[in-house]
């Protein structure tokens, strides 16, 4: 169904948005700290696993985020388009 869909569309879209959002100052917070410190182990920390899988998940959320507008987008553009396919005048009383 229909809902079903569009449902199964926003909760997915929720958990790429709360995995980019967290991924991202978890990532800011662990691999490149505000000191000294921070930028001297930065080329290190680089390469940590924890640092690389939070890289991972900013990348793919990101991309994921990015996909869901564009498959958005396309949806209103062609519902717009079929609406305008079939009644063409909106004055027309049988658009109504």
Request: net charge positive; glycine share 4%; charged share 10%.
């Amino acid at each position: 169904m229909i809902i079903t869909d569009i449902y199964s569309f926003v909760v997915i879209h929720i958990c790429w948005v709360t995995v980019h959002y967290i991924s991202a100052h978890l990532y800011a917070r662990h691999c490149t700290p505000w000191s000294v410190a921070g930028i001297a182990f930065s080329p290190v920390m680089t390469m940590a696993p924890h640092c690389q899988s939070l890289r991972w998940c900013i990348v793919q959320g990101a991309t994921s985020i990015n996909s869901m507008w564009i498959t958005l987008g396309t949806w209103c553009v062609s519902k717009l388009a079929y609406v305008s396919m079939i009644c063409p005048d909106y004055t027309k009383a049988k658009c109504k």
